[in-house]
Nanobody
Framework: QVQLVESGGGLVQAGGSLRLSCRASSNIFRFYDINWYRQAPGKQRDMVAAITSGGSTNYVDSVKGRFTISRDNAQNTVYLQMNSLKPEDTAVYYC?????????WGQGTQVTVSS
């Protein structure tokens, strides 16, 4: 039943930075594992970063060292800090919250990186 609202997307030049936010509707959010996915036109939706309820993180190899996922449970928010952005990072980014059999998606936010 948790609702997710994403923000922070936009247009940025290659080498620049953006910080995406995923804010949840209640503090039940603290029990969820959170994943960031992205989907470029004509491609499948792929997971790029994840953080568990305990704070453990994982990243796809292509973003390691550039992206950082974090959470602030007091604010019911997960962040994705994206540095050294590349044109191939251009995609719609989606926040996903999971616990047990529950899976909830945000609406997505567009990230466009110009060369």
């Amino acid at each position: 039943q948790v609702q997710l609202v994403e923000s922070g997307g936009g247009l940025v030049q290659a080498g620049g930075s953006l910080r995406l936010s995923c804010r949840a509707s209640s503090n039940i959010f603290r029990f969820y594992d959170i994943n960031w996915y992205r989907q470029a036109p004509g491609k499948q939706r792929d997971m790029v970063a994840a953080i568990t309820s305990g704070g453990s993180t994982n990243y796809v190899d292509s973003v390691k060292g550039r992206f950082t996922i974090s959470r602030d449970n007091a604010q019911n928010t997960v962040y994705l800090q994206m540095n050294s952005l590349k044109p191939e990072d251009t995609a719609v980014y989606y926040c996903n919250a999971r616990v047990g059999i529950s899976s909830t998606w945000g609406q997505g936010t567009q990230v466009t990186v110009s060369s």
